[in-house]
């Protein structure tokens, strides 16, 4: 997907929710769904990774060819993010 296309999704769900089509939680969905497709395209062979554990890394999405990798960037990016897993997101 490139970036026009990005764009005009997102435009696409904005319409679908400001016509009532859409909740807020579809919308939200729908964008998320957008961006990661995007990412992920435009970065290669990489793949959405999320963090849960402890409160500072806890939630943090990061994309990496693998599980060992996503763990290094969630450190990375985290000062300090205690005990934390990662697990591909689907």
Request: charged letters at 30%.
């Amino acid at each position: 997907m490139d970036r026009i296309s990005a764009l005009r999704n997102v435009e696409e769900a904005l319409a679908a929710f400001e016509d009532g089509e859409h909740s807020l939680a579809d919308l939200e969905r729908d964008v998320r769904g957008i961006l990661r497709t995007y990412a992920t395209e435009f970065e290669g062979d990489l793949r959405a990774y999320r963090a849960s554990g402890a409160a500072a890394a806890d939630g943090l999405v990061v994309l990496a060819p693998s599980e060992s990798v996503a763990r290094q960037r969630v450190r990375d990016l985290v000062d300090d993010p205690g005990e934390f897993s990662v697990a591909p997101v689907e």
